[in-house]
T-cell receptor, first 114, second 110 residues
């Protein structure tokens, strides 16, 4: 059990560019969640997967955001045509089911859009 | 919809006891949990209440009253390393999303 891994840890990009983040969950965890967190706020739900199926997507998420979990293992989150308002910490969490609402978080990818 | 309210900041003295309150509104409640996050770190799970009452885990305890839509996290024998942000979170039974509060920043004075 190596924990949830996210790459890259930091990403600096220019407005209008596309970025992609990767999350490797704890092995055998069937659920994978993406959150966005800004300074002084709690994690904001973006989307989640059960195995390879994307079950829920936040209504706040624009069409510029897309996520995949092609084989039910790692997941990618892509942001197209980045905007300065996308600057945030993007967190990934995984769980085996949701007993006691326990999620295991990765260290996150900090995105800065210039 | 869902919403959670918790104080933005709390200050306490090392060795003391502090309580962080959380009130919630959700369409389908499925448990209240608490997470701790140090600056620059990832949220880590602390405690969970699915039923009314008190759950104790070492220096940390958590309480839930479903009739009042209210819970709290109690931290005893505060240590400097407890300085962090604490988030309450609820799981919505309808769609299994976990919704987090905005967090309470705990400052501990020596």
């Amino acid at each position: 059990d190596t924990g949830v891994s996210q790459n890259p840890r930091h990403k600096i990009t220019k407005r209008g560019q596309n970025v992609t983040f990767r999350c490797d969950p704890i092995s055998e965890h069937n659920r994978l969640y993406w959150y966005r967190q800004t300074l002084g706020q709690g994690p904001e739900f973006l989307t989640y997967f059960q195995n390879e199926a994307q079950l829920e997507k936040s209504r706040l998420l624009s069409d510029r955001f897309s996520a995949e979990r092609p084989k039910g293992s790692f997941s990618t989150l892509e942001i197209q045509r980045t905007e300065q308002g996308d600057s945030a910490m993007y967190l990934c969490a995984s769980s085996l089911g949701l007993a006691k609402n326990i999620q295991y978080f990765g260290a996150g990818t900090r995105l800065s859009v210039l | 919809g869902q919403s959670l309210e918790q104080p933005s900041e709390v200050t306490a003295v090392e060795g003391a006891i502090v309580q962080i309150n959380c009130t919630y509104q959700t369409s389908g409640f499925y448990g209240l949990s608490w997470y701790q996050q140090h600056d620059g770190g990832a949220p880590t799970f602390l405690s969970y209440n699915g039923l009314d009452g008190l759950e104790e885990t070492g220096r940390f305890s958590s309480f839930l009253s479903r009739s009042d839509s209210y819970g709290y996290l109690l931290l005893q024998e505060l240590q400097m390393k407890d300085s962090a942000s604490y988030f309450c979170a609820v799981r919505d039974r309808r769609d299994d999303k976990i919704i987090f509060g905005k967090g309470t920043r705990l400052h501990i004075l020596p």
